[in-house]
């Protein structure tokens, strides 16, 4: 008999969970009442094991590095699947920071990094400057990582989109209120922030980010850059059609999408320009507020909530890195399979006795 399968959410993670399922023979029907509404439409797109690696989550290094090792044979896979782009961009990524204690930041995250046992390279300014021309004068030196790459999230979910409608998988415009009373086998949970509303353990973590946009001919920053400024984070996402992502305040204010825009807008933009000031001659073209879903740790949910249903949530800032391997363990589960993830993601963690 083949297993029916509904999955709560479609978000890019959603969608791939109901893609790679479908690629096992289920029978999949996915509900959003607005698909791409999401984290998806925010993110920025870094496939990032090192440079997002965080003290304290050390136990998520090794699924961001499978994800992100698994992202150019997942992107070539679902091209072929969907007919459609998704902007994989295959350039490293560089950290670098300007002042004394940016720089002194910059040496903390590289203990990290080396912790990782990733690949990357101490670079002094002159190297740093000569891996990306756009670099301000002012970068004393910084580090740069080889395996640390971006892809297109917008083009990512419209792929998706394409790739599950040809695989026959039905997308229905509907809000779920209560995942009990779907007809299916098997449920996957991955509405995100959505998820908080079937009881998860999930928070919203706000984020603004900017999209801008070069010129034709003007040059963008052939590296991912990243950066201390001033003891504050930035990140620079070019892709190869023009568009400039800035990113991102991280902040907790509940599903607050205008208060401190403002502010925000301002320090975004006075951080990357300080770090590439080619950024100041751009258009800009968005101003988008979004929201990462968190549980208490910050590590995402991933395994079986009861006999039928499946937690496919809290990606935190990783959503977009971890859509392969999140894709390929959750339906591996919905499958009948036995969980290859870390206990450490286990969705039941957070129970009384547990
Ligand atoms: N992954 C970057 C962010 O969440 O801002």
Same mark, same amino acid.
Not at 25 to 39: L, R, W
Not at 60 to 72: G, K, R
Not at 243 to 251: K, M
């Given at each position: @008999?083949? @297993? ?5 959410? *479609? ?25 791409? !509404? ?7 797109? @870094? ?17 961001? *590095? ?28 560089? @950290? ?19 912790? !990782? ?74 509405? +995100?922030?959505?998820?908080? *509303?079937? $009881? ?31 003891? =504050? ?13 800035? $990113? ?34 751009? =258009? ?30 809290? =990606? ?8 392969? *391997? ?9 499958? +009948? ?18």
């Amino acid at each position: @008999m083949v @297993m029916r399968l509904a999955v709560v959410g *479609a978000g890019s993670i959603g969608l791939a969970v109901a893609w790679r399922a479908a690629g096992r023979g289920a029978d999949v029907t996915v509900y959003d009442p607005d698909p791409g !509404s999401g984290a998806s439409r925010v993110a920025a797109g @870094m496939l990032a094991a090192v440079t997002e690696a965080q003290f304290g989550e050390e136990e998520l290094l090794p699924l961001m *590095a499978e994800s992100v090792d698994a992202w150019p044979a997942f992107a070539e896979k679902l091209e072929d699947a969907s007919g459609a782009a998704v902007g994989y961009r295959d350039v490293p990524t560089l @950290m670098v920071g300007l002042d004394d204690g940016d720089r002194a930041e910059i040496d903390r995250q590289a203990s990290l990094y080396r912790s !990782s046992g990733r690949a990357f390279e101490a670079l002094n300014g002159r190297a740093s400057r000569k891996a990306e021309p756009l670099l301000t004068h002012r970068t004393r030196g910084g580090v740069l990582v080889p395996g640390d790459h971006a892809v297109d999230p917008r083009a990512l979910h419209a792929a998706l989109l394409a790739a599950v409608e040809r695989a026959g998988v039905r997308i229905r415009a509907e809000r779920v209120d209560d995942p009990a009373s779907l007809d299916a086998d098997q449920v996957v949970l991955a509405a +995100g922030c959505g998820s908080a *509303a079937f $009881g998860l353990p999930i928070r919203p973590v706000r984020g603004a980010v900017l999209r801008l946009r070069a010129a034709p001919g003007q040059p963008v920053p052939r590296t991912t850059v990243r950066g201390w400024v001033q003891g =504050h984070p930035v990140y620079v996402v070019a892709r190869d059609n023009g568009e400039v992502v800035v $990113g991102a305040t991280s902040d907790e204010r509940g599903f607050d999408p205008t208060t401190g825009t403002a502010g925000a807008v301002h320090d975004l933009l006075r951080r990357s320009i300080d770090l590439v000031p080619e950024i100041a001659e751009y =258009h800009l073209d968005e101003v988008t507020v979004g929201f990462r879903p968190a549980a208490p740790d910050n590590l995402p949910l991933l395994g079986r909530l009861d006999e039928r249903t499946i937690a496919a949530t809290g =990606h935190y800032r990783h959503g977009i890195a971890l859509v392969p *391997a999140t894709a390929e363990h959750i339906a591996a589960l919905t499958a +009948g399979e036995a969980s290859a993830v870390h206990e450490a993601f286990d969705p039941l963690r957070f129970e009384e006795g547990s």
